[in-house]
Every structure is written in C-alpha cells, then in structure tokens.
C-alpha cells in the first residue's frame, strides 16, 4: 500500500486535475467539513459500497490522522483497487474545506 503526506496531496491537487479523494470519516467529522471535492465514504461501509468505486481510478484515501484511511486502503488494495493512503489526514490540512 502506498502512503503520501497531505503536502504531496495538495500538491496534486494544485497541479492535476481529476485527483480522486475517498473520506473515510464518520458523519459528524465530515459535517465539520472535507476536501473539496472528495467522496464521503464512512470506513465502516467501505465493504458494502465498493461498487461506487472505479477499479480504473486512482483514489487519495483521507481521515483523520491517517489511521483509518489506512485500513480502507488497506482493505481497498487487497481487493484490486489502486489507492494511496493520506499520512496526517485532515489534521495536516490547512485550506478551505467543503461543508
């Protein structure tokens, strides 16, 4: 499984287009605000809505710190999926956010 930290990820998102992002964090953090942009994907239902994710794209895994993020990507990579997990998580990130 490959990691980045949120510096690179802003990066990407600054200089690529289409940058895919999955939040794996429960309802309340997310209403607090994510990504903009990013797909909400709580990871206790990861499992059950994989089909809403593209086996073709390459998707940014987001939480919190980077610890749940990294068991859906994790989990994601195992089924074939290309995924990267986000080190820091929202805690490193320090732009607006979509709410």
């Known amino acids: 499984m490959s990691e980045v930290d ?3 990820l802003k990066k990407k998102l600054k200089n690529e287009k289409d940058v895919e992002i999955i939040d794996v964090r429960e309802n309340e953090e ?6 903009p942009g990013a797909h909400h994907i ?5 499992p059950g809505r994989v089909n809403e994710i593209d ?6 895994m987001v939480c919190r710190s980077g610890n749940r993020s990294g068991k859906a990507a994790m989990f994601l990579s195992e089924k074939g999926y290309n995924v990267t997990n986000v080190n820091g ?4 990130w320090e732009d607006e956010v979509e709410k």
Do not use: D, R, T
Request: aromatic share 8%; no cysteine.
């Open 6 to 8: 949120m510096k690179e």
């Open 30 to 35: 997310v209403a607090q605000g994510k990504i």
């Open 42 to 46: 709580p990871l206790g239902q990861i």
């Open 55 to 60: 086996k073709n794209k390459h998707y940014y």
């Open 89 to 92: 998580g929202m805690l490193e």
